[in-house]
């Protein structure tokens, strides 16, 4: 069973970066498929982040791509997300998730983390 | 603001049928793939429909889908308190390069 976890801290001073890591289990992410970042602000909808493959491949959202890193490390079987200059519009719960590319729906998830933006 | 329109809520008897549009552009929906995900209440977003009209293993077959060129439809037949729930339908747009969400519709039944 694919299982996704999401660690990293839930409180983030304004203007600092974020990091998040995801770790898979029960896949290799060096198999295949995307890994990606969603997010959702409280009471409010999903927001895609970004997306990544084994390989190194990435696509952006263009509202973010300035301040986000999405990158991959088979060793671990982990990715990871960076995002840069929090502020309290970027407080969210943040999941992750196994994307299949090409027809590009999020199969798997993980249970979220929430994220705080205060000093 | 989503470029993926969908109602913000529908409401329906148990028992009764329910559909849920998305709205798009042919940059998005009318070029590729829609997906449907159910998030329950303080839960997480669960895959519902794939490919337009598909369903994973597990989902019922009262939830179905359904896509006419730039617009997709999620239909939910016998509904069940139990499917109240936010319900977002979610596509790639091909001139962004980029994964997008509709707004969310919330479902209650009444």
């Known amino acids: 069973q694919v299982q996704l976890q999401e660690s990293g801290p839930g409180l983030v001073k304004p203007s600092e970066t974020l990091s998040l890591t995801c770790t898979v289990s029960?896949?290799?992410?060096?198999?295949?498929?995307?890994w990606g970042w969603i997010r959702q602000p409280p009471e409010k909808g999903l927001e895609w982040i970004a997306v990544?493959?084994?390989?190194?491949?990435?696509y952006y959202n263009p509202s973010l791509k300035s301040r986000v890193t999405i990158s991959v490390d088979t060793s671990k079987n982990h990715f990871s997300l960076e995002l840069t200059s929090m502020t309290a519009a970027d407080a969210a719960v943040y999941y992750c998730?196994?994307?299949?590319?090409?027809?590009?729906?999020?199969?798997?998830w993980g249970q979220g983390t929430l994220v705080t933006v205060s000093s | 603001q989503f470029v993926l329109t969908q109602p913000p809520s529908v409401s329906a008897a148990p028992g009764q049928t329910v559909t849920i549009s998305c709205s798009g552009s042919?940059?998005?929906?009318?070029?590729?793939?829609v997906s449907w995900y159910q998030q329950l209440p303080g839960t997480v977003p669960k895959l519902l429909i794939f490919e337009d009209s598909k369903r994973p293993s597990g989902i019922p077959d009262r939830f179905s889908g359904s896509k006419f060129g730039t617009s997709a439809t999620l239909g939910i037949t016998g509904l069940q308190t139990g499917d109240e729930a936010d319900y977002y339908c979610g596509t790639w747009d091909n001139s962004l390069s980029a994964m997008l969400f509709g707004g969310g519709t919330k479902l209650t039944v009444l």
């Open positions: 998730a196994r994307v299949m590319g090409g027809s590009d729906y999020y199969d798997y």
């Open positions: 042919s940059s998005n929906i009318g070029s590729d793939y």
């Open positions: 029960g896949y290799s992410i060096s198999s295949g498929y995307f």
């Open positions: 990544i493959n084994h390989s190194g491949t990435t």
